[in-house]
T-cell receptor, first 116, second 107 residues
């Protein structure tokens, strides 16, 4: 069965280190998204991609970067981890492009990141 | 992108219908309304979506007012497993999640 996976599921790192969170989907979806979720907030969009070589900034993109070299993967990189980036990170994918009548996003299980 | 307003929390007795309201007064004519839910710490799960007409699937019903400025998600027979945070979202550049409504279903 097609799925979306995230790794690692839990990560502890130190301030200033570079961290990469992996997201892999086997639906062959064009669209992929990264969100973060903190207590008291809903999900907030970090970056998203509508296809290979396409990346876009979301609501809270500062300190994060993504690259899309193939359809299946959208890794999220924290260039220099900060304590404010301690959060749960969710990756998602969807088949349709903006404006379509069907935009169901399939979410991964999440990665819990702690920056000390 | 249109914004949504939802009550922060609601309670419902098991077996009864849960009606979750959402206001989206700035919605554009071609923007869809989506509902997702998040159970505990899992990733959000798609429930249903609609444009103008009422919609129903195996999980829920979606009622959209004629002026499209508000909608209601209906869980016809809520169970304990429906306890979750429910998000009403208007389709934009990407899905914009607010804080949602925490639905607590009790026996």
């Amino acid at each position: 069965d097609a799925e979306i996976t995230q790794s690692p599921r839990h990560k502890i790192t130190e301030t200033g280190r570079q961290v990469t969170l992996a997201c892999h989907q086997t639906w062959n979806h064009n669209n992929m998204f990264w969100y973060r979720q903190d207590l008291g907030h809903g999900l907030r969009l970090i970056h998203y991609s509508y296809g290979v070589q396409d990346t876009n900034k979301g609501e809270v993109s500062d300190g994060y970067s993504v690259s899309r070299s193939n359809t299946e993967d959208l890794p999220l990189t924290l260039e220099s981890a900060a304590s404010s980036q301690t959060s749960v990170y969710f990756c998602a994918s969807s088949e349709s492009t903006r404006g379509s009548s069907y935009n169901e996003q399939f979410f991964g299980p999440g990665t819990r990141l702690t920056v000390l | 992108d249109a914004k949504t307003t939802q009550p922060p929390s609601m309670d419902c007795a098991e077996g009864r219908a849960a009606n979750l309201p959402c206001n989206h007064s700035t919605i554009s004519g071609n923007e869809y309304v989506y509902w997702y839910r998040q159970i505990h710490s899992q990733g959000p799960q798609y429930i249903i979506h609609g444009l103008k007409n009422n919609e129903t699937n195996e999980m829920a019903s979606l009622i959209i007012t004629e002026d499209r400025k508000s909608s209601t998600l209906i869980l016809p027979h809520a169970t304990l497993r429906d306890t979750a945070v429910y998000y009403c979202i208007v389709e934009g550049t990407a899905l914009i999640f607010g804080k949602g409504t925490t639905l607590s279903v009790s026996s």
